[in-house]
């Protein structure tokens, strides 16, 4: 079984083997989405964008914004990508209901690939730790994962990044950046109030 699809330049021909490998990848990767999904972004992107050539830099991006200003839990962005790729592998919007289908399906599955152990093992780890949360062994571990998640965090952050530093240009896109980490760090303002602006700045063309 094949699939073709085109979207935004990118064609493609997927096979079984590439949906059940592309699954496999993402339960590999439910397992060290420390500190929530986003912090998986960027080997997503290294397979889907880097690697397999299924999805572009905007897409992938897109992707991670939409998640961010849509009600829920960000692990939205996920089935996004699969959304995304799966109506592109079905031959774009225009190819109708089979392509959307499609879209469904592959949503489906990278929501399936990615919350499936890690859903099992947070049930098990959760309890254990409760119960024994007092050990010097839990406690450390609690310590160390702190600056492994910060780590995760900012490579996403960084991974959103080259799109405006590619040239002169985009240099307001940097400094919007850099104000709204340092609104977020020194005030209590929401973060969507911060997306609000970029998108109106943005929907101006200042940025």
Same mark, same amino acid.
Request: charged content about 5%; glycine content about 10%; aromatic content about 10%.
């Given at each position: 079984?094949?699939? @073709?699809?085109?979207?935004?330049?990118?064609?493609?021909?997927? !096979?079984?083997?590439?949906?059940?490998?592309? =699954?496999?990848? *993402?339960?590999?990767?439910?397992? &060290?989405?420390?500190?929530?999904? =986003?912090?998986?972004?960027?080997?997503?992107?290294? +397979?889907?964008?880097?690697?397999? @050539?299924?999805?572009?830099?905007?897409?992938?991006?897109?992707?991670?914004?939409?998640?961010? &200003? /849509?009600?829920?839990?960000?692990?939205?962005?996920?089935?996004?990508?699969?959304?995304?790729?799966?109506?592109?592998?079905?031959?774009?919007?225009?190819?109708?209901?089979?392509?959307?289908?499609?879209?469904?399906?592959?949503? *489906?599955?990278?929501?399936?690939?990615?919350?499936?152990?890690?859903?099992?093992? !947070?049930?098990?780890?959760?309890?254990?730790?409760?119960? +024994?949360?007092?050990?010097?062994?839990? $406690?450390?571990?609690?310590?160390?994962?702190?600056?492994?998640?910060?780590?995760?965090?900012?490579?996403?952050?960084?991974?959103?990044?080259?799109?405006?530093?590619?040239? /002169?240009?985009?240099?307001?896109?940097?400094?919007? !950046?850099?104000?709204?980490?340092?609104?977020?760090?020194? !005030? $209590?303002?929401?973060?969507?109030?911060?997306?609000?602006?970029?998108? =109106?700045?943005?929907?101006?063309?200042?940025?």
């Amino acid at each position: 079984m094949a699939l @073709h699809g085109a979207a935004q330049g990118i064609a493609m021909s997927l !096979t079984a083997a590439d949906w059940l490998h592309m =699954v496999l990848h *993402f339960l590999s990767l439910s397992l &060290i989405t420390f500190g929530g999904v =986003v912090a998986a972004a960027p080997d997503m992107h290294r +397979y889907l964008v880097d690697q397999q @050539h299924w999805l572009s830099d905007p897409q992938f991006n897109s992707s991670i914004t939409l998640a961010q &200003i /849509a009600p829920g839990p960000n692990v939205l962005f996920v089935a996004i990508l699969g959304w995304t790729l799966g109506v592109q592998a079905g031959g774009g919007m225009a190819a109708g209901p089979l392509a959307w289908a499609w879209g469904v399906l592959a949503a *489906f599955l990278c929501l399936l690939g990615i919350l499936g152990p890690s859903g099992c093992l !947070t049930l098990v780890v959760s309890r254990w730790g409760m119960r +024994y949360q007092e050990r010097t062994a839990v $406690r450390a571990f609690k310590a160390g994962m702190a600056p492994l998640l910060i780590a995760l965090m900012f490579s996403t952050g960084w991974l959103l990044l080259p799109p405006i530093q590619a040239d /002169a240009q985009h240099a307001p896109g940097l400094v919007l !950046t850099a104000a709204s980490v340092l609104l977020m760090w020194k !005030t $209590r303002i929401h973060v969507l109030w911060l997306l609000a602006a970029g998108a =109106v700045l943005g929907l101006l063309g200042w940025v």
